[in-house]
């Protein structure tokens, strides 16, 4: 089913949906690994707005963006000096974005989150400035009984967000695929519809609206066991102006693909511009991602690597596999954890 270029609002009376409600508008498209960022974002930004229209007995203060720059990338790196008023302000609670939150306290280190609790941290935001306006749990799922929570919490329109392996083929993209973990992803399920035999999960991702098969995802989350070891380095694409079009943390091969289309594309409009990749000198030379492995998986999966930088061992920053998070408003707590009976979480 893949994305849907419609109102969502039709799409949900067209199906008689069950969804949150109300649908908070769209975030821009993720830019760099920060998947699990967004999906944390697009909730609290729809707990929000919960507030603003049925009120509540504690405030719920608009929410940081997922990351700084959600618009696109800055034209020039940030100064030593910069940086430094920044950690200053985050020593004092103050976070400008939930990544900047989630890199502070050394739960990423580009914005990958393969750690389901560790989203839920964030989420909380201890701390910060935000500390105690949300809660969340990690719940246990299965492949057969995945379905039913994501059903359950609907009803009491609390979404969930989900980890899984996403499909980047053309006809295929955003939905579940599974390629044990090398693909892994976060979205967030704000509905679903019964169509036939199968019920369809309506989820937000990239900055829009896709619809899959809800069970899909069930099966996808089920084996996410390890991740590839890859390298990453921050590169900018820019033109010959100088002008920066893209600044993130990337895959040098996959940075030169994008590259290649954009300048085959112009070309084939007639334009003049001349894309270029550049690396930034000013980050880290070399950064892994966070890698992870679960040693759960018949014991035999193989052990992984601890990171330099965060020196954790992926045994413990590995935890996807047979999980979601429930995050909500700290007054809906006894609500939202009433409708988890029979689940195990944290």
Partial sequence: MSKYEGD????????????????????PNQRGPSCGF?????????WHSRFEEFGGDYLVQPPLPPRGNMDGPKQTPSSNTERQQRNQLAAKGQFKSLRQYGKYHGLTVLGSVFNAMDLVRVAKGQNSQYAGQFDGNVVDVSVENFTTLVKRLLEWECPIIV???VSV??????????????????IAII???????????????????YTAKLQDFAVSNAQLTSNRHLTFAKYRIVDQHQNVYISDYARRSAMQRTVRSWQREEMEEGGDLQFKLERDITKHTRLHNPEFNDP??????PEGRADQLDGRDRMIIGGLRGKVVVVYRSE??????????GYHYN
Avoid at 10 to 16: F, M, T, V, Y
Avoid at 191 to 209: C, K
Avoid at 296 to 301: D, F, L, V, W
Wanted: glycine fraction near 10%.
């Fill in 8 to 27: 969502i609002i039709d799409l949900l009376a067209q199906k008689h949906a069950q969804a949150i409600y109300p649908i908070p508008e769209l975030l």
């Fill in 163 to 165: 980890p899984y392996d």
């Fill in 296 to 301: 759960t998986e018949n014991g035999r999966a």
């Fill in 191 to 209: 509905g679903y519809y019964r169509e036939g035999q199968d019920d369809y999960a309506i989820y937000y991702n990239w900055g829009g609206f």
């Fill in 169 to 186: 083929d053309d006809v295929t993209e955003g939905e579940p695929t599974q390629k044990t973990g090398e693909a892994a992803h976060w």
């Fill in 38 to 46: 967004y999906a944390l974002g697009y909730v609290l930004n729809y």
């Fill in 332 to 341: 809906d707590a006894q609500t939202i954890r009433g409708t988890l009976q």
